[in-house]
Antibody, heavy 118, light 111 residues
């Protein structure tokens, strides 16, 4: 069974930075494409971005609202996915989920809450 | 801002059937697989349909999916109180380098 555990959320001021982590088990992490999806309070799901497996180039794609502010990376030796968030805005307040990505978002973590507020 | 449109809510009595539509365009649904996610209150989303109509292991056959053109549909038959949740469709958007896109979400209420 795939397990994804996010961590690193918290309260941060506008303009600040935060790094989220997602540790995976039950999956061959190095072969997995991984995505981050967020959900603002009371709102729907929003795809944030993805990182491909290294064998598929290890490249990244981002949604327009976070491009140039967020960076996704991975450490296959630690089975860990990261989301580095900079220049945070109040509208980035959300629960952030990491997911495995195949032809769908197959497995999801429990999420970690990021609150951007002064 | 979601590019896939769903009805905000649907409801039915236990044992009845509900259908949820998901409307997109030629740049997303028409040429990509559609998936569906169930989000029970206070929990993370869970994949219930992938590749338009396939069910992951453990998902009952009361849940079924279909796709035609630029739209997709999720049907839930034999509705149960435990099916009360938010449901989202999802697919890939060509104009976003095949980034993920989700529907606006539908709240299912069991009367």
């Amino acid at each position: 069974e795939v397990q994804l555990v996010e961590s690193g959320g918290g309260l941060v001021k506008p303009g600040g930075s935060l790094r989220l982590s997602c540790t995976a088990s039950g999956v061959t992490f190095s072969n997995a494409w991984m995505s981050w999806v967020r959900q603002a309070p009371g709102e729907g799901l929003e795809w944030v971005g993805r990182i491909r497996s290294k064998s598929d180039g290890g490249t990244t794609d981002y949604a327009a609202p976070v491009k140039d502010r967020f960076t996704i990376s991975r450490d296959d030796s630690e089975d860990t996915l990261y989301l580095q968030m900079t220049s945070l805005k109040t509208e980035d307040t959300a629960v952030y989920y990491c997911t495995t990505e195949g032809t769908a978002f197959d497995s999801w973590g429990q999420g970690t809450l990021v609150t951007v507020s002064s | 801002q979601s590019v896939l449109t769903q009805p905000p809510s649907v409801s039915a009595a236990p044992g009845q059937t509900v259908t949820i539509s998901c409307s997109g365009s030629s740049s997303n649904i028409a040429n990509n697989y559609v998936s569906w996610y169930q989000q029970l209150p206070g929990t993370a989303p869970k994949l219930i349909i992938y590749d338009n109509k396939k069910r992951p292991s453990g998902i009952p056959d009361r849940f079924s999916g279909s796709k035609s053109g630029t739209s997709a549909t999720l049907s839930i038959t034999g509705l149960q109180t435990g099916d009360e949740a938010d449901y989202y469709c999802g697919t890939w958007e060509r104009s976003l380098n095949f980034g993920g896109v989700f529907g606006t979400g539908t709240r299912v209420t069991v009367l």
